[in-house]
């Protein structure tokens, strides 16, 4: 059997801190990221304004798919975190500029709690790799043809 490790991805200027967290990992085509959050990576503050922490909190999610190969397209859930529902009209602007298409969208919760350290906003990502299953399947196959020859 083909078996993949574990793939971590850590987004500069982005950290949880001092706990040993990375921001998204990877097992064969499963996608998963942990709390992504509205921090400015340049700066590494987290902007007073609400409104572009959801936009911060999205760009930086969009970043840690392109580092980890995976598309807008391929994301199968998005959990959003906002400390103020009156934020739920930014998330779903960023939302539907992720996702025009309304027949073409991942499930998504949005659960209103308040949030540490000054953050408005935090998205978590799932995400199912179609190129990284193939690249898995093409394994197998590989494997099992290797196999055969030996036989």
């Known amino acids: 059997m083909v078996t993949r490790m574990r793939e971590t991805y850590y987004l500069p200027g982005l950290s949880h801190g001092d706990n040993p967290v990375p921001m998204g990992s990877m097992v064969g085509p499963s996608f998963r990221s942990s709390c992504v959050m509205g921090r400015d990576p ?17 760009a930086n999610g969009e970043a840690l798919l392109k580092l980890a190969g995976v598309g807008l397209e391929e994301i199968t859930f998005i959990e959003v975190l906002i400390d103020d529902d009156h934020l739920r009209s930014e998330v779903n602007r960023r939302w539907v500029k992720w996702f025009p298409n309304e027949s073409d969208r991942p499930a998504r919760h949005v ?34 043809r290797e196999e055969e020859f030996v036989k």
């Open 42 to 58: 340049e700066t590494g503050l987290m902007p007073p304004d609400r409104n572009r922490q959801v936009a911060l909190a999205f």
């Open 111 to 144: 659960v209103v709690r308040e949030l540490a350290m000054g953050m408005n906003c935090q998205i978590r990502i799932e995400a199912y790799s179609s190129r990284r299953a193939q690249e898995e399947i093409a394994k197998i196959v590989e494997a099992v």
